[in-house]
């Protein structure tokens, strides 16, 4: 079992930044991919950013290329989001998700592809 507990979420005015934290606990040695999802109000949850841990490589969501970072801190088992010039529309509350395939079939940016859950934080970008 992966434990994951985000933190970092808030409210920002249009064009600020925060840092998302996911500090993971349990069974971490498991994981292979660790993600960033958001849900605005309705049913779609959007894949951010996603991160391999054995590697370091990375995938973004055309809509945040730029502006967000994936990054680890292995020593603390805790990866973060950070987003800059944020908008609007990044209004949302944003998940850490963990995978422990390899190479998930759908894609590292699709949430089929992942096995544990935060609980998520809020994120209010304000114009």
């Known amino acids: 079992q992966v434990q994951l507990v985000e933190s970092g979420g808030g409210s920002v005015q249009a064009g600020g930044s925060l840092r998302l934290s996911c500090d993971a606990s349990?069974?971490?040695?498991?994981?292979?991919?660790m993600g960033w999802f958001r849900q605005a109000p309705g049913p779609e949850r959007e894949g951010v950013a996603a991160?391999?841990?054995?590697?370091?490589?990375?995938s973004y969501a055309d809509s945040v290329k730029g502006r967000f970072t994936i990054s680890q801190d292995s020593a603390k088992n805790t990866v973060y989001l950070q987003m800059n010039s944020l908008q609007p529309e990044d209004t949302a509350t944003y998940y850490c998700?963990?995978?422990?395939?390899?190479?998930?079939?759908?894609?590292?940016?699709?949430?089929?592809?992942?096995?544990?859950w935060g609980q998520g934080t809020q994120v209010t970008v304000s114009s």
């Open positions: 991160f391999y841990i054995r590697d370091g490589s990375t």
């Open positions: 349990g069974n971490t040695r498991s994981r292979y991919w």
């Open positions: 998700a963990a995978s422990i395939y390899r190479w998930p079939v759908a894609g590292p940016l699709r949430s089929s592809g992942y096995n544990y």
